[in-house]
């Protein structure tokens, strides 16, 4: 079956344009991630004494405490991720199945009740990704040792092995989701599933991926550029200052940089991933339907 790769994201960017209410789930769960530095910059006193272990050693319960925090803060930030992810997938669907709109509310009603098998989807392929890593990084190292550092050059190709893994291993996780959320499959069942399209459509899939993960790394780096020339404009400045001074300073100006900042970062990662989650669930349709035909939203005109 040929896939039009131009149709889907013509018709993703469409959706992404005009449901800007999608963008809501990806901007709450981006401000929820973001701000996990500035509240590790401001809990953890390392920063203002790095330079001083007397000082580290002694608020070592302190530094325990946020670092603490800090892990809860991402832990509780997991669910907020299947929320956000699931939202405009579920709002792409219901437009292609003829809705002229889609209100946040009823979707984000609508995808408590797959909540459970999206989030155990996604734990899954976290899961396995990370075995799969750290079995290969034990390979690698013991491997190492054993040819003293020659083997290295032997097991590179290895680590491009692991990157186009990774590719598709997130390509299967965004596929069985969708497949929860279109067809309401069990977690076993749409992982199957799931796993049959990626084996079945390589090419699509490490092209959808690239183009989804790639464009959107682009995106960040761009928007971060301003931040980091903002920030580097104080390093010459902490030269003449003593070492806690200078700590503390650009520590207290990183955190008021990325607070200025943050909006637009919310914004961005609002809607890429609109764009993104749009994109998979297409992918899905278009892969598992012989016809799917695209409604036109409101607003649009079709050419004759």
């Known amino acids: 079956m040929k896939f039009d790769f131009v ?5 993703a960017r469409q959706i992404t344009w005009r449901s800007k209410n999608l963008w809501l789930a990806g901007i709450v769960m981006s401000l929820v991630s973001l701000l996990l530095a500035p509240i590790s ?4 006193p390392a920063f203002s004494s790095f330079t001083n272990l007397s000082e ?4 070592l319960p302190l530094i325990m405490r946020a670092n603490v925090s800090v892990i809860l803060l991402t832990i509780l930030a997991i669910p907020l991720f299947v929320i956000g992810m699931s939202i405009p997938s579920l709002g792409t669907f219901k437009l292609e199945q003829g809705s002229e709109n889609v209100n946040f509310g009823q979707l984000l009603r609508g995808v408590f ?3 459970w098998r999206i989030l155990g989807i996604v734990l899954l392929v976290w899961v396995g990704m990370f075995l799969a890593m750290m079995i290969l990084v034990a390979f690698v190292f013991f491997f190492s040792i054993m040819t003293l550092g020659i083997g290295l050059l032997c097991v590179f190709p290895l680590f491009i092995l692991l990157i186009f893994g990774a590719i598709l291993g997130y390509a299967l996780m965004e596929q069985g989701v969708s497949a929860v959320l279109v067809d309401h499959l069990g977690v076993s069942s749409a992982l199957q ?15 959808m991926s690239l183009i989804n993960y790639l464009v959107a790394i682009v995106l960040v780096m761009i928007i ?25 300073r650009l520590s207290r100006n990183v955190i008021l940089w990325m607070l200025a900042f943050l909006p637009f970062y919310a914004v961005l990662q609002g809607v890429l991933l609109t764009l993104i989650q749009s994109v998979w669930t297409l992918t899905y349709l278009r892969l ?17």
């Open 7 to 11: 149709e889907v994201l013509a018709r």
């Open 41 to 44: 910059l401001v809990l953890n």
């Open 56 to 59: 580290v050693n002694r608020q």
């Open 113 to 115: 009740s797959y909540f």
């Open 193 to 207: 599933r799931a796993w049959e399209l990626v084996k079945k459509n390589l090419g699509v899939m490490t092209f």
């Open 224 to 248: 971060s550029i301003p931040m980091m020339i903002s920030t580097s404009g104080f390093i010459p400045n902490l030269a003449s200052e003593s070492d806690v001074q200078a700590f503390e």
């Open 288 to 304: 598992t339907r012989s016809t799917t035909p695209s409604q036109p939203l409101p607003g649009t005109v079709e050419a004759t």
